[in-house]
């Protein structure tokens, strides 16, 4: 177990290694940088006050200094300076996290509640026309893009209530946070809780029909009993993995939806960051996000051998 | 699809399978059998025909602007109404099509076909190929789909090409883990030990017996991967950062109409994302066919 930790965290410093030279080189890629933009919007290019401002940046440097330089700053906890705010791109990038981290988590919560209880009750009830309606629905939640549906639900709050749920940096008490929350969290969760209803319901229907459970229901074992106890404590291993796995890729739906609700997340920030072409905060928060995939990949793997003691890593 | 697929997964239904004569008679088959699957591919062909006769159809040019039209609402000349601009919705969404289909059709052929490589080099030959390009796949997964997707598309620029291409390297991936880890155990196949016995290269081997029998779980996979490209096709024209105008993207429809049309004009709003989710919808539906077909294994 312990040869097999330290290969295995060698192996995560190695992708994200490996992700910190692919993100800046591609960054740098891009015909044109942050200069370009400046000077497009102004509509005139000044030669030497734009190269005084390439200087400034730092993006005069060869790549491979430019790369060094960060990764010397990373390890020093210095993620430099953004270049839209001016301001040290941690500065920007902390006071985000918080709100996006607490969408991440209502999202999940969301997927968990509805997608676990929804799979079994289909998976139980196979065939019959509530199981047909429930994959229907479920089917659904992986084919709605997620932006479209956040402003389905802001025109039906519109149209019903009169009234947008707008975050404000600035609410209230947790009960009124946790509500406006929910809203764009719903939006997020409901593709995930899909995934999740649609792996536990496969994950069930595959542990019915082992042995163990005929052995359980010829001893004469309930039916509750059989789905509950006997079932759904094996079905659930899968299920960890997607979940674990959701938990790290919400991002992706957080991108959209927090745009489309107007919140100051740091996920919404990605792509602002990303028009402007600016490289510290592009840079940093893919890394972040990185980490954060690698981390929980690691963590749900642990999980698993805490759960099923019929899986060991050796070796 | 062939009869043989469908005979050879299920005794019960080589009886039935085996009066299936002719083209024809598939088709009613698979209806029978797979009616969820048989209602997607009557949506994407619905689709695939729309975006193929989009000229004949399209009563208005989807991008003649028309100041007097701005915002008119459903009904009358624009049946589904028409954008700030005066652009006629029905026809919008009517081209839209060609772009969604031509992304989601190009970026998962473009993966599958480089993951197909990959998976099939790196599983087949084995050694320090195999331990480089996974690690390689590692540090391509240790992003989500969008995030990479967009890194890319911002990288390459707008176009639709690059949107093609920005899509396609994320997918890569995924394919190549499923198809080196059938090539993993197919390699120990005894037809692969009796082509070699009489002979034959390895590379021929690789092309010839190892690929083909890779196919099935690849065409499983296509159909997932088609629904997701186009997802994140829509979701990046949303953001600003995909297919380019004039081309009448779905995703950038919304991002043009979005929050500030959800009050004073929601047809805007409703009738792309009804198209995105419709041609989704019916790629999961096929998809999910398609996979109780050729994955015996996961068929419950």
Known sequence: ?315 | MSRVTVIDHDVELTRAGANVRGTLGSVLFFARRYPLGAVGALIMLVFVATAVFADAIATFDPLTTNARDSLAPPGGSHTLGADFMGRDMLARIIYGARISLAVGLGATMLGCLAGMIVGLLSGYFGGWLDLTVQRLMDIMQSLPLLVMALVMAASLGPSLTNTIIAIAIPLVPNVARVIRSNTLSLREMPFVEAARAVGMSETRIAIAHVLPNTLAPLIVLATAQFGSAILVESALAFLGLGVPEPHPSWGRMLSESAAEYVRTAPWLVIFPGVAISAVVFGTNLLGDAIRDMLDPRQRF
């Not at chain 1, 015909?31 to 005084?52: C, E, L, M, R, Y």
């Not at chain 1, 440097?61 to 990373?74: D, K, N, S």
């Not at chain 1, 009750?121 to 199981?131: F, G, K, P, W, Y």
């Open chain 1, 1 to 315: 177990m312990g040869a097999y930790l330290i290969r295995r965290l060698l192996l995560m410093l190695l992708t994200l290694f490996g992700m910190s030279v692919l993100i800046f080189v591609m960054l740098r890629l891009v015909p044109g940088n942050i200069t370009d933009i400046i000077f497009d919007s102004a509509g005139f290019v000044n030669p030497a006050q734009k190269a005084k401002i390439e200087r400034q940046l730092g993006l005069d440097q060869p790549i491979v200094t430019q790369y060094v330089r960060w990764i010397a700053g990373l390890a020093r906890g210095d993620l430099g300076y953004a270049f839209v705010s001016e301001k040290p791109a941690l500065d920007e990038i902390l006071p985000r996290i918080p709100v996006t981290a607490k969408l991440a988590v209502l999202a999940l919560v969301f997927s968990v509640l509805f997608g676990v209880p929804l799979g079994v009750i289909s998976a139980v009830r196979q065939n019959t026309a509530l199981d047909y309606a429930l994959r229907v629905v479920s089917l659904s939640g992986l084919s709605l893009p997620s932006f479209w549906l956040g402003l389905l639900i802001l025109m039906a709050c519109v149209q019903w209530f009169g009234w947008i749920p707008i975050y404000r940096s600035t609410p209230g008490s947790f009960w009124s946070e946790l509500a406006l929350l929910s809203i764009p969290a719903a939006a997020v969760g409901f593709r995930s809780s899909a995934l999740v209803m649609r792996l536990t319901r496969s994950s069930m229907l595959e542990v019915l029909r082992q042995d163990y459970i005929r052995t359980a229901r010829a001893k004469g074992a309930s039916d509750p009993s059989v789905n509950y106890d006997h079932a759904l404590r094996n079905a659930v291993l899968p299920v960890v993995t997607i979940i674990g796995i959701e938990a790290a890729f919400l991002i992706g739906g957080l991108i959209v939806t927090e745009t489309v609700f107007n919140i100051p997340g740091v996920a919404r920030f990605l792509v602002e960051a990303i028009r402007w072409r600016d490289y510290p905060i592009v840079q940093n928060l893919v890394m972040l996000i990185a980490v954060v995939v690698v981390v929980v990949n690691f963590v749900v793997d642990m999980a698993y051998v805490a759960l099923d003691p019929r899986i060991k890593y050796e070796e």
